[in-house]
């Protein structure tokens, strides 16, 4: 019987192929073993700012994290308690609120898919995506701050806002898809500029709004008006008081407030946006800046701030507005390249910097710029850069 020598270049193929398995099945097992929500990644410019005004106290609270892609601010009422301990404690109550591992998840869910409909499924699914754990996880670690308020009987009558924005990109190499994850428990207020124009993040939970209002009355409870009215038909005059709930707080959601409830809830409110290329930045800020902007005015007031750039350095302006200037050399007598490349990159990295620099002082401007309007309350402000 004839012996069959294997021919060695078939012999070099088959172990190649062995090896890209084994290192494509590897990366696989790694690719499953990664958490679903890379808090890591990209890092982003912010911009943060705390004044107390003409206030005798302090009670705004702000924290950012996950590399810039988070941004949250606390307006606290009734004492600084509650807004400082939510300061300390709701970051990292986000972070463990967030699911440990993609592939457990998935598994579960492919089980459970099975015994479900084809649109239950679907709507399964999609309480998986990133975007929605996410979502889940600020809201839960509200209500863990507000469980673990509630245990302590000294801040009944202590309160504060929430209002959190998180930036989240599906592919990192990518910058157009992003989207906007807001919750939000209160008046304060987060504010997208796209292209110029500003965006409601989150809404304000005033008495006098109508689901507001339809909800605390159907409870029992009263919105009224304390402030000056008209003579004749007696409406409110704007800008003379405030709408109250059972004729103490002016805001209608709040973390804490455990004697105001149920009028006051602690239920926050959740919002997510879908990116664009257009997206530039978001204002997340306490209503001591809303009582002096309107959301189009201070996206307004950053730009001219950014244009204003421009004016010192030419070209910021032209890079902000997603304009790019002609390139190009000239030559002199001799022939030879002046050197105009070299000084051009040199201008532009200095446009860069002080394009960077007024990113970084924003939020102090736009504070700054409410005490000058007449705000008197505390005014805290954190500016997330998109690009």
């Known amino acids: 019987m004839d012996r069959i020598i294997a021919n060695p270049e078939?012999?070099?193929?088959?172990?190649?192929?062995?090896?890209?398995?084994?290192?494509?099945?590897?990366?696989?097992?790694?690719?499953?073993?990664?958490?679903p929500i890379d808090l890591a990644g990209l890092v982003y410019v912010t911009s943060v700012s705390a004044v107390q005004g003409?206030?005798?106290?302090?009670?705004?609270?702000?924290?950012?994290?996950?590399?810039g892609r988070l941004a949250a601010v606390f307006d606290g009422h009734g004492g600084g308690a509650v807004s400082k301990f939510l300061r300390r404690n709701y970051?990292?109550?986000?972070?463990?609120?967030?699911?440990?591992?993609?592939?457990?998840?998935?598994?579960?869910n492919n089980n459970n898919n099975q015994q479900l409909s084809q649109s239950a499924a679907a709507a399964a699914a999609a309480a998986t995506t990133p975007d929605a754990m996410i979502l889940r996880?600020?809201?839960?670690?509200?209500?863990?701050?507000?469980?673990?308020?509630?245990?302590?009987?000294?801040?009944?009558?202590?309160g504060s806002t929430l209002t959190a924005c998180y930036l989240n990109h599906a592919n990192p190499l990518s910058s157009?898809?992003?989207?906007?994850?807001?919750?939000?428990?209160?008046?304060?207020?987060?504010?997208?500029?796209?292209?110029?124009?500003?965006?409601?993040?989150?809404?304000?939970?005033?008495p006098n709004s109508?689901?507001?209002?339809?909800?605390?009355?159907?409870?029992?409870?009263?919105?009224?008006w304390h402030g000056l009215t008209t003579k004749k038909s007696g409406k409110p005059i704007l800008g003379t008081g405030v709408w109250r709930v059972n004729g103490n707080l002016a805001v209608s959601r709040a973390i804490g407030d455990v004697a105001e409830r149920p009028f006051v809830s602690p239920t926050p409110e959740t919002h997510r946006v879908t990116g664009?290329?257009?997206?530039?930045f978001v204002i997340v800020a306490t209503d001591g800046l809303w009582d002096a902007f309107s959301s189009q005015e201070a996206v307004n007031f950053v730009q001219r701030c950014l244009r204003s750039v421009a004016s010192k350095n030419k070209g910021v302006g032209k890079k902000w507005q997603g304009k790019s200037k002609a390139k190009g050399t000239s030559r002199n007598n001799n022939g030879n390249?002046?050197?105009?490349?070299?000084?051009?990159?040199?201008?532009?990295?200095?446009?860069?910097?002080?394009?960077?620099?007024?990113?970084?002082?924003?939020?102090?401007?736009?504070?700054?710029?409410?005490?000058?309007?007449?705000?008197?309350?505390?005014?805290?402000v954190v500016l997330l850069w998109i690009k």
């Open 10 to 35: 078939m012999q070099i193929t088959s172990s190649f192929l062995v090896v890209l398995t084994l290192l494509l099945c590897s990366l696989l097992v790694l690719q499953a073993s990664q958490p």
């Open 91 to 108: 970051y990292s109550k986000f972070l463990f609120c967030l699911p440990d591992n993609s592939n457990s998840n998935n598994n579960n």
């Open 176 to 206: 157009s898809q992003h989207s906007f994850l807001v919750v939000n428990c209160g008046d304060s207020r987060a504010v997208l500029s796209r292209a110029g124009e500003a965006i409601a993040l989150s809404s304000d939970h005033k």
């Open 276 to 280: 664009r290329r257009g997206d530039e």
């Open 210 to 224: 109508a689901s507001e209002r339809e909800r605390i009355t159907k409870l029992g409870g009263s919105v009224k």
């Open 137 to 158: 996880a600020l809201a839960r670690a509200a209500r863990l701050c507000d469980q673990e308020i509630q245990l302590v009987r000294r801040w009944a009558h202590v």
């Open 337 to 380: 390249d002046d050197g105009d490349d070299k000084s051009e990159k040199g201008e532009e990295e200095e446009e860069e910097e002080a394009l960077l620099e007024m990113k970084k002082k924003m939020a102090s401007l736009l504070t700054s710029e409410a005490i000058r309007r007449g705000a008197s309350d505390n005014v805290t």
């Open 54 to 67: 003409e206030r005798q106290y302090m009670e705004d609270e702000f924290c950012t994290g996950a590399n």
